[in-house]
């Protein structure tokens, strides 16, 4: 993966068709074990994958920090669709009925509903009206990036950016998220 | 300003929002009365969104990532459930459940339709057939159990699937508790613990006898039955070395307290592994705790095991243990593997033989590890992330956590970084056998301070730092004096980059001294570089800048020791390029002799204004050795024997004070070899012995510390061909012949394994010292291919720098060599006339060329003394020949 890398930031865009369906299997491939596992051990927490994707490359200190950002935009946007598809076949197998999540850690509020498809969908309504912000969701909800890398990202993918503004962006973000999906 | 009661913009609402967030209670009401006026609809939307996003602060399912909320969604819909008490599973009733692992749920269960009732295990993958990974695992855990059969290992009975087409193993039942809870339940005495242990290796060993890795062994794969037999378990992740794709643990789900270095950094997994596990679980069973323990969570813990110092037996139970017993357990536990017990049985066999009362094999080390000075809770993030490859499953804090330590502000980050590069590093750098480890953290640290660097363009004391963080890489990288690896000319880019901010840095600032001299040291070490890779008449010019700003600094702080030792080092550098033959110069050996003499004066000064300085004594002994060198090349004998005299007896001294210091054994076994060699030419023969087998022991012991250490064999190689010297003084041909050869071996492999790197001066001189062997011995053609090696070596060296005197000093001796042993050979009666014509003009020929060579040297005025004498010989030997010819023609 690492060659397709490189050679996407060389220029070569065949490269990034080769880099986009191999990213898009392996994340695939760790959700599937992730999910798997936290159906038996509940309180075990699930890592980001896309850090946990980027680990697993070979040479993983040979690449540069431009290329780094790159990846980790294209598999954090692959995320998105990953966790969607996933939850879409888990509803059609229960008929979409949002679920309450309860948290296991003693003390927490009671059921706050997070389901991956409304928020998906209430999304792609804000990308409507506040573009910005609806990339900042896509980056660190569904990508499960750092504040600091989803400023890297937006930088490199031609948006202003700062971590005050990103984090001002996701507060309001999720705010609106929440406002929206309940609305329903 | 009130807005008109219409339907707000998006981007107001926002922005009002943005301000309304940043204040609370009385203030908030107020500037939303402000803002909106009469507008309802404006501040029903901002009131409604601040209070969602009231409630997302305390919401844990609003601030984690969508795929815990995904994954916690998949789990209480109960997708990838399986049977449940009372199921039957084929031909098994489930009765209980007993456990869940890394990949499947583990029952208790019995046959519906045995009479017997004999209880089993049933293993059943989760997941269900929807996880490629889980199931491919769960297949080689069958095909693997099926082919041990041991007693102390559970034994694979039956599988199967379920009607859904669910995979199964069924497994023998093991009826008995946990290890750890056995012995802690019992508190058996010492002898039954090992009697315990030792079976477990038993089981252990008999897997690897079948070429398989289990890679997990801990208390929880270790059950004891009532009976008081052990029972390995789960074979989960147990791997066929079948020589497929190298074991990484990207694919291993593992716990961190037993998994070995090399799972952690993610090296190559083998059985050594396994015996690593097994010393952790020994220290346990005799101690009730581990071997590392660590406070600062799974990657602290991570970072303990990589690098640290495991805990002896007497400090983890505060009692006291036989002091070979502690070594046996070391030995397992050392991080590289090749030095732990080569097999789980000869691990096995040393405890037997412990117990027996026989002497065991392990030896300690030797060496004083300062464990507590690179001990430091903070350096986990940052040591997480440089360990590149780790994986931890179970238990593991989250990546996600650990990127919100990164997350702090941009001074935390960098003072982490840096702090942690130098201490680290410094500490790190006097202990053998951890190169590798030190090269990925150095590494990553700067790569840390790379990007800040990116960040923060322009900042002094970055770049300063950034300079030094470059240093510290290069000089793993290539430097000679420190243990590190041979990749010279990376090492020479890394110093250049260094060099090139400080240049900057100085011109903004060229009143910062401290500055300065750190420039000064930059353009020494690059120019040490380029005269490494080859490059003399540049790296001259670096150096002399560099003594020249040192100069200047010594001026302006003459009472500053650090700039007279700075000036003292340019000065060396300097003259090294200009004369020192046992590195590429340039063959100006007064010039070079002037600043050596410099250089040790003020040297010898620092070190008696302050005796107890270890840092003084050492450059004081360097001063000598390199003084001793110069001496030798213009042929001063006594002077040189004194010096190095003095350089010996230096770092022996040295070492007395610091016995476990790869660096000083390395230098003192220099030291000792160089005097070897110099006392061998003055014919002080005893001493000379003495002297030569005191460094090959050090040269011994060091090599041994840090396989991977390719200087180290350099200089083994080294110590045996001084060791060849030696024995060809006192006439032992055979003994010098071998010695020789063994030398060329380490040093050809090497060749052959890094073909870009310069030839080693090492070998040349091996092959110059064996071809006068040979000659001595009368072994021409050995003689002849010797030479001839030499010769290709020289051609390379000067095909890089034309001006390298010693490689065209070298071949004009080995061109004599040829020509002395065909002369030999047409000096032999019983060969034919023919033949012997041929080999008389052969011999004629190549003294020719030999003088040549040599004479050119004389007209450039780089012949040295010894050299001389070579020249001298010439004239005769080629008329020698001519006179042979002339009487064979005749006759």
Redesign the interface.
Known sequence: MTKYLRAWRGGDEGALEQLTTQVYSELR?L????????????T??????V??LY??LPD??EID?QSRTHFLNVAAKM??NI?VD??RK?SA??RGVV?????D?GG??RA?????LL?DQALDQLAL??PR?ARVVEL?????L????TVDVLKVTGVESSVRTVE?DW??A???L??AIEAN | MPLKPTEPL?ADI?EL??LA?EVSGEARARLLALRCGENVIFRRAVE???A??E??E?????NQ?????????????????HPGVGATLDRYKLLERLG?G??G?VWKATRADDAYSKLVAIKVI???L?????LRRFMQERQILAGLEHPHIARLLDGGSTADGLPFLVMEYVDGVRIDEYLKGRTPDLARVLDLFRRICGAVSYAHRNLVVHRDLKPGNILVTADGEPKLLDFGIAKLLDGSEGTRT?DAAMTAEYASPEQICGGQITTASDTYSLGVLLHEMLTGRRPYRSEAGPLGLAQAIAVEVPQTLGRSAARYFDAELETIVQKALRKEPERRYGSVDEFSEDLRRYQGGYPVTARPDTRRYRARKFVRRHRGAVVATAL????L??G?A???RQ??I??RRFDDVRKLANSYLFEFHDAIKDLPGTTRARQ?VV??AV?FL??LA?ERAGNVDLGRELATGYDKIAEIQGSENAASLGDQRGALSYYQRALAIRQALHAVSPGNLELAQELSFSYSEVGWQLAYTGQLAAAGKDLREAVAISEGLVKARPADPRMREALANSYSTLADILGNSSNQNLGDFQGALALYRKSFAIRQKLSAEDPGSREKLALLSVSNSRLSQLLQTIDDKPGAVAASRRSADIQDELLRREEGNAELQRGAAVANRNLALLLLKTEALPEARERGDRAMGLFERVSGDDPGNIQARVQVADGYNAQGSIRAALDDNLGAGNFYRAAIGILEALAAAHPADPPRPGLRTAYNWLAELHLKTGDTAGAIHAAQRELAIDAVLLQADEKNAGAERNQGVALRQIGQAHEANGMVLSTARERRIGELRDARGWYEKSLAVLQKQKNKGTLIPLAASELEKLPGAIRRCGDALAVLAGA
């Not at chain 1, 679920?99 to 948290?103: G, I, R, S, Y």
Request: hydrophobic content about 45%.
């Open positions: 491939r959700a599937a074990s992730v999910m798997a596992k936290h159906s038996v051990n509940p075990l927490q699930p890592t980001s994958l850090h946990e680990l697993q993983v200190q920090w995320m998105r966790l996933h939850a888990r197998l229960k679920v309450a999540l309860e948290t850690v927490s509020d706050l509903e997070v389901d991956v928020v009206i506040h912000h660190r909800f569904f990508g499960g750092t504040v600091q890398e001002r507060t309001f999720r705010a609106w929440k406002n | 998006a926002e929002f943005q967030w409604e969104l601040l969602a996003a409630e997302i305390h919401s844990e399912a609003w990532p969508a795929i815990v909320a995904e994954a916690a969604s998949t789990a209480r819909q109960g997708i990838g459930m869940s890394g990949m749920v989760h997941g269900g929807s996880d490629p990974t889980s990207g590149a490859g780790v994986s499953v179970a593991s989250a990546i996600w990127e919100r990164a997350e990925l590494k990553r790569e790379d990007k990116a």
